[in-house]
Protein backbone atom coordinates (compact mmCIF):
# COMPACT_ATOMS: atom_id res chain seq x y z
CA UNK A 1 0.00 0.00 0.00
CA UNK A 2 1.13 3.19 -0.93
CA UNK A 3 0.35 6.90 -2.02
CA UNK A 4 1.55 9.09 -4.68
CA UNK A 5 4.79 10.95 -3.47
CA UNK A 6 6.54 13.61 -4.96
CA UNK A 7 9.62 13.54 -5.74
CA UNK A 8 12.34 15.87 -7.08
CA UNK A 9 13.61 13.70 -10.20
CA UNK A 10 10.02 13.72 -11.45
CA UNK A 11 9.50 17.39 -12.04
CA UNK A 12 7.48 15.97 -15.10
CA UNK A 13 3.64 19.06 -14.15
CA UNK A 14 1.92 21.10 -16.24
CA UNK A 15 3.34 24.57 -15.47
CA UNK A 16 0.74 27.22 -16.21
CA UNK A 17 -0.18 30.80 -14.49
CA UNK A 18 2.43 32.58 -12.99
CA UNK A 19 3.82 32.42 -9.52
CA UNK A 20 2.32 34.13 -6.74
CA UNK A 21 5.68 33.10 -4.63
CA UNK A 22 9.43 33.87 -4.86
CA UNK A 23 12.13 31.57 -3.38
CA UNK A 24 14.36 34.28 -3.37
CA UNK A 25 12.17 35.10 0.40
CA UNK A 26 13.24 32.20 2.06
CA UNK A 27 15.97 32.79 3.87
CA UNK A 28 18.79 30.85 5.32
CA UNK A 29 17.27 30.76 9.01
CA UNK A 30 13.71 29.26 7.45
CA UNK A 31 15.48 26.40 5.97
CA UNK A 32 17.00 25.50 8.82
CA UNK A 33 13.67 25.83 11.28
CA UNK A 34 11.90 24.56 8.26
CA UNK A 35 14.50 20.98 8.60
CA UNK A 36 14.04 20.76 12.37
CA UNK A 37 10.32 20.49 12.41
CA UNK A 38 10.75 17.88 10.03
CA UNK A 39 13.48 15.91 12.30
CA UNK A 40 10.36 16.88 15.32
CA UNK A 41 7.96 15.29 13.32
CA UNK A 42 9.63 12.48 12.13
CA UNK A 43 11.07 11.85 15.83
CA UNK A 44 7.86 11.72 17.16
CA UNK A 45 5.32 10.78 14.83
CA UNK A 46 7.18 8.10 12.63
CA UNK A 47 6.10 4.62 13.24
CA UNK A 48 9.69 3.54 14.01
CA UNK A 49 12.15 6.16 13.19
CA UNK A 50 15.01 3.57 14.13
CA UNK A 51 14.43 0.64 12.12
CA UNK A 52 17.69 0.81 10.67
CA UNK A 53 19.94 2.98 12.55
CA UNK A 54 19.91 4.14 16.40
CA UNK A 55 19.28 6.87 17.63
CA UNK A 56 22.99 8.33 17.55
CA UNK A 57 23.68 7.17 14.07
CA UNK A 58 20.49 8.34 12.49
CA UNK A 59 21.28 11.95 15.26
CA UNK A 60 24.80 12.14 13.02
CA UNK A 61 23.45 11.87 9.49
CA UNK A 62 20.58 14.12 9.86
CA UNK A 63 23.21 16.71 11.74
CA UNK A 64 25.12 16.14 8.89
CA UNK A 65 22.10 16.86 6.12
CA UNK A 66 21.60 20.61 8.42
CA UNK A 67 25.26 21.06 7.80
CA UNK A 68 24.86 20.82 4.08
CA UNK A 69 21.77 23.34 4.03
CA UNK A 70 24.01 25.99 6.36
CA UNK A 71 26.44 25.54 3.30
CA UNK A 72 23.70 25.60 0.64
CA UNK A 73 20.79 27.37 2.22
CA UNK A 74 18.81 27.27 -1.72
CA UNK A 75 15.76 25.83 -2.34
CA UNK A 76 16.87 22.79 -4.03
CA UNK A 77 20.05 21.98 -1.52
CA UNK A 78 16.83 22.03 1.09
CA UNK A 79 14.94 19.15 -1.02
CA UNK A 80 18.27 17.13 -1.91
CA UNK A 81 18.82 17.12 1.98
CA UNK A 82 15.87 16.33 3.90
CA UNK A 83 15.68 14.72 6.80
CA UNK A 84 13.47 11.46 4.93
CA UNK A 85 16.86 10.93 2.83
CA UNK A 86 18.51 9.14 5.35
CA UNK A 87 15.77 7.69 7.76
CA UNK A 88 15.34 4.34 5.41
CA UNK A 89 12.05 4.98 4.86
CA UNK A 90 10.57 5.13 1.14
CA UNK A 91 7.43 6.42 1.66
CA UNK A 92 8.18 9.33 3.99
CA UNK A 93 8.64 12.36 1.47
CA UNK A 94 8.97 15.63 1.48
CA UNK A 95 7.05 17.84 -1.40
CA UNK A 96 7.25 21.34 -2.48
CA UNK A 97 4.99 23.89 -2.68
CA UNK A 98 3.23 24.28 -5.91
CA UNK A 99 3.85 28.16 -6.47
CA UNK A 100 7.56 27.63 -4.86
CA UNK A 101 8.34 25.19 -7.33
CA UNK A 102 6.52 26.87 -10.02
CA UNK A 103 9.08 29.48 -9.44
CA UNK A 104 11.91 27.33 -9.02
CA UNK A 105 11.51 25.12 -12.82
CA UNK A 106 11.21 28.66 -14.43
CA UNK A 107 14.06 30.25 -13.13
CA UNK A 108 16.08 26.63 -13.88
CA UNK A 109 18.27 25.68 -17.02
CA UNK A 110 17.85 22.34 -17.38
CA UNK A 111 20.13 19.66 -19.51
CA UNK A 112 19.30 18.92 -22.63
CA UNK A 113 19.20 15.65 -22.92
CA UNK A 114 17.09 12.33 -21.73
CA UNK A 115 19.43 10.26 -19.48
CA UNK A 116 18.91 6.29 -18.40
CA UNK A 117 21.05 4.55 -16.32
CA UNK A 118 21.74 0.81 -16.15
CA UNK A 119 24.26 -1.36 -14.40
CA UNK A 120 25.52 1.95 -12.26
CA UNK A 121 26.37 3.42 -15.30
CA UNK A 122 24.18 7.17 -17.02
CA UNK A 123 23.31 6.82 -20.70
CA UNK A 124 22.61 9.01 -23.50
CA UNK A 125 18.43 8.27 -24.33
CA UNK A 126 17.41 9.83 -27.35
CA UNK A 127 18.06 10.33 -30.42
CA UNK A 128 19.07 14.17 -30.27
CA UNK A 129 19.40 17.10 -32.65
CA UNK A 130 22.72 17.45 -30.94
CA UNK A 131 24.85 14.51 -32.57
CA UNK A 132 25.40 12.71 -29.49
CA UNK A 133 24.26 9.04 -30.42
CA UNK A 134 22.12 7.34 -27.95
CA UNK A 135 23.68 4.85 -25.52
CA UNK A 136 26.83 6.94 -25.08
CA UNK A 137 27.93 7.05 -21.55
CA UNK A 138 28.17 10.19 -19.67
CA UNK A 139 31.54 10.66 -17.70
CA UNK A 140 31.45 14.39 -16.32
CA UNK A 141 29.23 17.23 -16.64
CA UNK A 142 30.93 20.27 -16.39
CA UNK A 143 34.08 19.10 -14.45
CA UNK A 144 32.30 16.98 -11.87
CA UNK A 145 32.00 12.87 -12.58
CA UNK A 146 28.86 11.83 -13.45
CA UNK A 147 28.99 8.99 -10.64
CA UNK A 148 29.25 11.86 -7.67
CA UNK A 149 26.29 13.47 -8.82
CA UNK A 150 24.46 10.51 -8.86
CA UNK A 151 25.82 9.38 -5.91
CA UNK A 152 24.03 12.28 -4.02
CA UNK A 153 20.96 12.10 -5.45
CA UNK A 154 17.84 11.03 -3.18
CA UNK A 155 16.19 8.01 -3.07
CA UNK A 156 12.64 6.25 -3.24
CA UNK A 157 13.93 3.44 -1.17
CA UNK A 158 13.20 1.09 1.87
CA UNK A 159 16.66 0.72 3.96
CA UNK A 160 19.91 0.75 1.94
CA UNK A 161 18.36 -0.63 -1.32
CA UNK A 162 20.48 0.59 -3.97
CA UNK A 163 18.38 2.05 -6.23
CA UNK A 164 19.54 3.43 -10.06
CA UNK A 165 15.94 4.01 -11.40
CA UNK A 166 16.47 7.83 -11.23
CA UNK A 167 15.97 10.39 -13.35
CA UNK A 168 19.72 11.86 -13.93
CA UNK A 169 18.88 14.67 -16.21
CA UNK A 170 16.50 16.46 -13.76
CA UNK A 171 19.48 15.57 -11.17
CA UNK A 172 22.45 17.35 -13.20
CA UNK A 173 20.06 20.50 -13.61
CA UNK A 174 20.11 20.86 -10.16
CA UNK A 175 23.28 22.45 -10.56
CA UNK A 176 21.69 25.14 -12.17
CA UNK A 177 24.33 25.81 -15.05
CA UNK A 178 23.79 27.94 -18.03
CA UNK A 179 25.28 25.59 -19.97
CA UNK A 180 26.23 22.30 -19.84
CA UNK A 181 30.19 21.10 -21.07
CA UNK A 182 29.44 17.01 -21.38
CA UNK A 183 31.92 14.51 -21.19
CA UNK A 184 30.71 10.89 -22.79
CA UNK A 185 32.12 8.03 -24.60
CA UNK A 186 30.70 6.44 -27.59
CA UNK A 187 29.06 2.91 -27.75
CA UNK A 188 32.09 2.14 -30.34
CA UNK A 189 34.60 3.33 -26.70
CA UNK A 190 35.33 6.99 -28.57
CA UNK A 191 35.79 9.76 -25.96
CA UNK A 192 34.32 12.93 -26.64
CA UNK A 193 33.46 16.42 -25.32
CA UNK A 194 30.40 18.63 -26.33
CA UNK A 195 29.42 21.80 -24.72
CA UNK A 196 25.38 22.40 -24.84
CA UNK A 197 23.41 25.50 -23.42
CA UNK A 198 20.62 24.47 -20.86
CA UNK A 199 17.19 24.48 -21.93
CA UNK A 200 13.71 25.38 -20.23
CA UNK A 201 11.17 23.48 -18.42
CA UNK A 202 9.00 22.98 -21.55
CA UNK A 203 11.83 21.75 -23.98
CA UNK A 204 12.93 20.11 -21.13
CA UNK A 205 9.49 18.36 -20.88
CA UNK A 206 10.08 17.17 -24.34
CA UNK A 207 12.93 15.52 -24.57
CA UNK A 208 11.88 13.78 -21.49
CA UNK A 209 8.53 12.36 -23.56
CA UNK A 210 10.57 11.32 -26.17
CA UNK A 211 13.18 9.59 -24.83
CA UNK A 212 14.18 5.99 -26.14
CA UNK A 213 13.57 4.30 -23.29
CA UNK A 214 10.94 3.36 -21.80
CA UNK A 215 9.66 1.80 -24.92
CA UNK A 216 6.17 0.76 -23.71
CA UNK A 217 4.37 3.84 -22.23
CA UNK A 218 0.60 3.09 -23.57
CA UNK A 219 -0.27 1.03 -20.66
CA UNK A 220 0.85 4.42 -18.41
CA UNK A 221 -0.20 3.76 -14.51
CA UNK A 222 -3.39 1.22 -15.47
CA UNK A 223 -3.71 -2.35 -17.02
CA UNK A 224 -2.85 -3.13 -20.38
CA UNK A 225 -2.36 -6.19 -22.24
CA UNK A 226 -2.01 -7.56 -25.66
CA UNK A 227 -0.74 -10.80 -27.72
CA UNK A 228 2.94 -10.76 -28.00
CA UNK A 229 3.43 -13.70 -30.31
CA UNK A 230 0.81 -17.09 -31.24
CA UNK A 231 2.48 -18.00 -27.70
CA UNK A 232 2.81 -15.01 -25.38
CA UNK A 233 1.06 -12.86 -24.12
CA UNK A 234 1.87 -9.03 -22.11
CA UNK A 235 0.10 -7.20 -19.44
CA UNK A 236 1.28 -4.78 -17.29
CA UNK A 237 0.09 -3.70 -13.86
CA UNK A 238 1.34 -0.02 -13.15
CA UNK A 239 -0.98 0.35 -9.79
CA UNK A 240 -2.60 -1.85 -7.32
CA UNK A 241 -4.72 2.08 -6.62
CA UNK A 242 -8.26 0.38 -8.07
CA UNK A 243 -11.06 -0.30 -7.02
CA UNK A 244 -11.50 -4.36 -6.66
CA UNK A 245 -14.52 -4.26 -8.60
CA UNK A 246 -13.30 -2.17 -11.37
CA UNK A 247 -9.87 -4.10 -11.16
CA UNK A 248 -11.46 -7.86 -11.23
CA UNK A 249 -13.27 -6.65 -14.13
CA UNK A 250 -10.10 -5.48 -16.38
CA UNK A 251 -8.27 -8.58 -15.25
CA UNK A 252 -10.85 -10.97 -16.66
CA UNK A 253 -10.97 -9.22 -19.29
CA UNK A 254 -7.66 -9.98 -20.70
CA UNK A 255 -7.24 -13.67 -18.04
CA UNK A 256 -10.17 -14.28 -20.49
CA UNK A 257 -8.47 -13.34 -23.78
CA UNK A 258 -5.68 -15.63 -23.23
CA UNK A 259 -7.48 -18.78 -22.44
CA UNK A 260 -9.19 -17.83 -25.76
CA UNK A 261 -5.98 -17.49 -27.54
CA UNK A 262 -5.13 -20.66 -25.95
CA UNK A 263 -1.49 -18.42 -24.44
CA UNK A 264 0.87 -20.66 -23.17
CA UNK A 265 3.32 -17.87 -21.96
CA UNK A 266 2.63 -14.38 -19.98
CA UNK A 267 4.74 -11.63 -19.68
CA UNK A 268 3.52 -9.49 -16.59
CA UNK A 269 5.16 -6.05 -16.22
CA UNK A 270 5.00 -4.34 -12.80
CA UNK A 271 7.64 -2.08 -13.11
CA UNK A 272 6.59 1.45 -11.95
CA UNK A 273 4.47 -0.06 -10.10
CA UNK A 274 4.43 2.15 -6.72
CA UNK A 275 1.84 0.09 -4.95
CA UNK A 276 -2.00 0.64 -3.87
CA UNK A 277 -4.41 -1.38 -2.03
CA UNK A 278 -2.63 -4.78 -0.90
CA UNK A 279 -5.80 -6.35 -0.95
CA UNK A 280 -5.24 -6.03 -4.60
CA UNK A 281 -2.29 -8.43 -4.77
CA UNK A 282 -3.87 -11.60 -3.93
CA UNK A 283 -6.56 -10.66 -5.86
CA UNK A 284 -4.18 -10.71 -9.05
CA UNK A 285 -2.22 -13.33 -8.13
CA UNK A 286 -5.36 -15.27 -7.81
CA UNK A 287 -5.21 -15.55 -11.32
CA UNK A 288 -1.60 -17.17 -11.43
CA UNK A 289 -1.76 -19.42 -8.78
CA UNK A 290 -0.87 -23.34 -9.22
CA UNK A 291 -2.89 -24.14 -6.00
CA UNK A 292 -6.49 -23.95 -5.32
CA UNK A 293 -5.36 -22.06 -1.87
CA UNK A 294 -2.54 -19.99 -1.50
CA UNK A 295 -1.26 -18.39 1.13
CA UNK A 296 -1.52 -14.40 1.64
CA UNK A 297 0.19 -13.26 4.99
CA UNK A 298 0.79 -9.42 6.16
CA UNK A 299 0.20 -7.42 9.62
CA UNK A 300 0.08 -3.84 10.07
CA UNK A 301 2.19 -2.66 13.15
CA UNK A 302 3.31 0.54 14.87
CA UNK A 303 5.05 2.10 17.65
CA UNK A 304 3.07 5.25 17.23
CA UNK A 305 -1.10 4.99 17.76
CA UNK A 306 -1.61 8.80 18.71
CA UNK A 307 -0.96 11.76 16.35
CA UNK A 308 2.11 12.96 19.22
CA UNK A 309 2.77 16.30 16.58
CA UNK A 310 -0.14 17.97 16.08
CA UNK A 311 0.79 21.45 14.72
CA UNK A 312 0.96 22.55 10.95
CA UNK A 313 -1.24 18.97 10.41
CA UNK A 314 -3.07 19.03 6.70
CA UNK A 315 -5.32 17.51 4.66
CA UNK A 316 -3.83 16.79 1.83
CA UNK A 317 -6.39 17.39 -0.43
CA UNK A 318 -8.27 20.56 1.16
CA UNK A 319 -5.13 22.06 3.15
CA UNK A 320 -7.42 22.31 5.55
CA UNK A 321 -5.67 22.38 9.42
CA UNK A 322 -6.89 19.62 11.17
CA UNK A 323 -9.15 20.56 14.40
CA UNK A 324 -9.20 19.29 17.88
CA UNK A 325 -12.03 16.73 16.40
CA UNK A 326 -9.90 15.72 13.49
CA UNK A 327 -7.22 14.71 16.13
CA UNK A 328 -9.13 13.29 17.93
CA UNK A 329 -11.10 11.07 15.30
CA UNK A 330 -7.90 10.11 14.29
CA UNK A 331 -6.66 9.12 17.52
CA UNK A 332 -10.20 6.86 17.68
CA UNK A 333 -9.57 5.03 14.75
CA UNK A 334 -6.22 3.70 15.44
CA UNK A 335 -7.21 2.48 19.02
CA UNK A 336 -10.02 1.04 18.06
CA UNK A 337 -8.10 -1.28 15.18
CA UNK A 338 -4.80 -1.56 17.21
CA UNK A 339 -3.72 -3.80 19.97
CA UNK A 340 -0.38 -3.85 21.99
CA UNK A 341 1.40 -6.63 21.69
CA UNK A 342 1.95 -8.67 24.71
CA UNK A 343 5.81 -8.30 24.47
CA UNK A 344 7.76 -5.37 22.85
CA UNK A 345 6.38 -1.97 22.61
CA UNK A 346 4.72 -2.86 19.33
CA UNK A 347 0.63 -2.44 18.38
CA UNK A 348 -0.07 -4.94 15.93
CA UNK A 349 -3.49 -4.52 13.65
CA UNK A 350 -6.81 -6.62 14.84
CA UNK A 351 -9.53 -8.15 12.91
CA UNK A 352 -11.11 -5.11 13.18
CA UNK A 353 -8.75 -3.00 10.56
CA UNK A 354 -9.06 -4.93 7.19
CA UNK A 355 -12.24 -6.86 7.01
CA UNK A 356 -10.95 -7.39 3.01
CA UNK A 357 -8.07 -9.80 4.44
CA UNK A 358 -8.23 -13.22 3.55
CA UNK A 359 -5.21 -15.69 4.80
CA UNK A 360 -5.93 -18.64 2.88
CA UNK A 361 -7.02 -17.28 -0.63
CA UNK A 362 -8.98 -19.14 -3.12
CA UNK A 363 -8.03 -19.20 -6.94
CA UNK A 364 -10.01 -17.43 -9.13
CA UNK A 365 -11.55 -19.85 -12.32
CA UNK A 366 -10.01 -17.81 -15.26
CA UNK A 367 -6.31 -18.95 -13.80
CA UNK A 368 -3.89 -18.82 -15.85
CA UNK A 369 -1.26 -21.94 -15.38
CA UNK A 370 1.37 -21.60 -18.07
CA UNK A 371 4.88 -20.37 -17.58
CA UNK A 372 5.42 -16.92 -16.04
CA UNK A 373 8.01 -14.26 -16.31
CA UNK A 374 7.60 -11.24 -13.80
CA UNK A 375 9.38 -8.04 -14.73
CA UNK A 376 10.25 -5.90 -12.17
CA UNK A 377 12.42 -2.45 -11.40
CA UNK A 378 13.81 -0.60 -8.79
CA UNK A 379 10.23 1.76 -8.58
CA UNK A 380 8.13 -1.57 -8.44
CA UNK A 381 7.16 -0.37 -4.64
CA UNK A 382 4.95 -1.30 -1.57
CA UNK A 383 1.84 -3.14 -2.39
CA UNK A 384 4.02 -4.22 -5.73
CA UNK A 385 6.86 -5.47 -3.85
CA UNK A 386 4.46 -7.80 -1.73
CA UNK A 387 3.18 -9.06 -5.13
CA UNK A 388 6.94 -9.29 -6.53
CA UNK A 389 7.41 -11.20 -3.03
CA UNK A 390 4.24 -13.86 -3.00
CA UNK A 391 5.45 -14.79 -6.72
CA UNK A 392 8.98 -15.51 -5.86
CA UNK A 393 8.13 -17.39 -2.50
CA UNK A 394 5.08 -19.39 -4.26
CA UNK A 395 8.18 -20.04 -7.06
CA UNK A 396 5.46 -19.17 -9.83
CA UNK A 397 7.99 -18.05 -12.55
CA UNK A 398 11.28 -16.57 -13.33
CA UNK A 399 11.98 -13.09 -12.16
CA UNK A 400 13.57 -10.30 -14.62
CA UNK A 401 14.82 -6.73 -14.26
CA UNK A 402 16.04 -4.70 -10.94
CA UNK A 403 15.77 -5.48 -7.43
CA UNK A 404 12.37 -3.39 -5.58
CA UNK A 405 12.69 -0.52 -4.07
CA UNK A 406 11.03 -1.40 -0.79
CA UNK A 407 11.82 -4.36 1.26
CA UNK A 408 10.58 -7.82 0.12
CA UNK A 409 9.56 -8.75 3.99
CA UNK A 410 7.92 -5.18 4.88
CA UNK A 411 7.58 -1.71 4.23
CA UNK A 412 5.80 1.59 5.91
CA UNK A 413 2.47 2.81 4.22
CA UNK A 414 -0.95 2.79 5.10
CA UNK A 415 -2.85 5.84 6.22
CA UNK A 416 -0.55 8.73 6.07
CA UNK A 417 -0.38 12.09 8.03
CA UNK A 418 0.33 15.48 6.19
CA UNK A 419 2.24 18.52 7.59
CA UNK A 420 2.52 21.66 6.22
CA UNK A 421 5.83 23.39 7.16
CA UNK A 422 5.33 26.90 8.18
CA UNK A 423 8.54 28.78 6.46
CA UNK A 424 8.83 26.83 3.09
CA UNK A 425 5.44 25.64 2.92
CA UNK A 426 6.59 22.47 2.13
CA UNK A 427 4.19 19.49 3.02
CA UNK A 428 5.99 16.57 4.79
CA UNK A 429 4.39 13.48 4.56
CA UNK A 430 4.62 10.26 6.88
CA UNK A 431 2.93 6.65 7.28
CA UNK A 432 1.57 5.68 10.27
CA UNK A 433 2.31 2.24 9.80
CA UNK A 434 4.60 -0.62 9.41
CA UNK A 435 3.31 -3.46 7.20
CA UNK A 436 4.84 -7.41 7.28
CA UNK A 437 4.93 -9.63 4.64
CA UNK A 438 4.71 -13.56 4.88
CA UNK A 439 4.67 -13.69 8.57
CA UNK A 440 8.16 -11.27 9.40
CA UNK A 441 7.66 -10.96 12.73
CA UNK A 442 8.09 -6.54 13.28
CA UNK A 443 10.91 -6.39 16.52
CA UNK A 444 12.99 -8.59 14.71
CA UNK A 445 13.92 -6.56 11.62
CA UNK A 446 16.87 -4.51 11.16
CA UNK A 447 17.98 -4.74 7.79
CA UNK A 448 16.12 -5.57 4.65
CA UNK A 449 16.45 -6.17 1.20
CA UNK A 450 14.43 -5.71 -2.20
CA UNK A 451 12.82 -8.75 -4.30
CA UNK A 452 15.97 -10.06 -6.16
CA UNK A 453 15.27 -10.87 -10.09
CA UNK A 454 16.39 -14.25 -10.58
CA UNK A 455 17.95 -12.66 -14.44
CA UNK A 456 19.47 -9.24 -14.70
CA UNK A 457 20.49 -7.71 -17.86
CA UNK A 458 24.22 -7.34 -19.31
CA UNK A 459 25.05 -4.17 -19.96
CA UNK A 460 26.14 -5.62 -23.95
CA UNK A 461 22.35 -6.49 -23.96
CA UNK A 462 20.93 -3.38 -22.53
CA UNK A 463 23.13 -1.36 -25.05
CA UNK A 464 21.90 -3.69 -28.51
CA UNK A 465 18.17 -3.47 -27.15
CA UNK A 466 18.20 0.51 -26.89
CA UNK A 467 20.25 0.98 -30.19
CA UNK A 468 16.93 -1.21 -31.88
CA UNK A 469 14.92 0.48 -29.79
CA UNK A 470 13.52 -2.28 -28.40
CA UNK A 471 12.08 -2.91 -24.46
CA UNK A 472 15.21 -4.44 -23.10
CA UNK A 473 13.87 -6.42 -20.36
CA UNK A 474 10.86 -7.32 -22.85
CA UNK A 475 13.54 -8.71 -25.00
CA UNK A 476 15.33 -10.43 -22.87
CA UNK A 477 12.10 -12.00 -21.20
CA UNK A 478 11.09 -13.29 -24.54
CA UNK A 479 14.09 -14.98 -25.25
CA UNK A 480 14.14 -16.78 -21.76
CA UNK A 481 10.69 -18.20 -23.42
CA UNK A 482 11.75 -19.40 -26.05
CA UNK A 483 14.44 -21.63 -23.98
Known sequence: MTKKVLILPMLLISIVGFSQYSISEISKDAYLKDFDI???????????????????????????????????PTYIGFYMNTPTKVLGDGHSSMGMESNYMEDYVSKTSFFPLATYVQNGNTYINSNNKYGVEAGSRILEVNNKKISDLFSKASRQADGSIKVE????????????????????????????TIELKGINYPEFNYESRHAVLPIDVTSGSGVYGYQLNPDTYYLAVKSFSFNESYFYERLKKYFQDMKNLK??????????????????VPLLYSFLSKEKLFNNSYKYGTKVVDINYKDYLV??????????????????????????SDKGDYYFGNTRLDDTYIKSYPRDGLFFDGKVILMINNRTFSAATYFASLFKSEKRGNVVGKETGSCSNFTTAAWF????????????????????FNSSEGDNITKCTGVIPDHTLKTDYFLSSMKEQKDPELEYSKTLLSK
Open 165 to 192: DLDMSSIISYTNAKTYQIKYETPSGEQK
Open 315 to 340: DPQTDRYFSDSDIRNENNFMHQRFDK
Open 263 to 280: TKNLILDIRDNSGGSISN
Open 38 to 72: AVDIIKQQHPNPYRFHSKEILGKKLDSLRKEIEKN
Open 417 to 436: LTYKLPNTKSTLSIPRTEIF
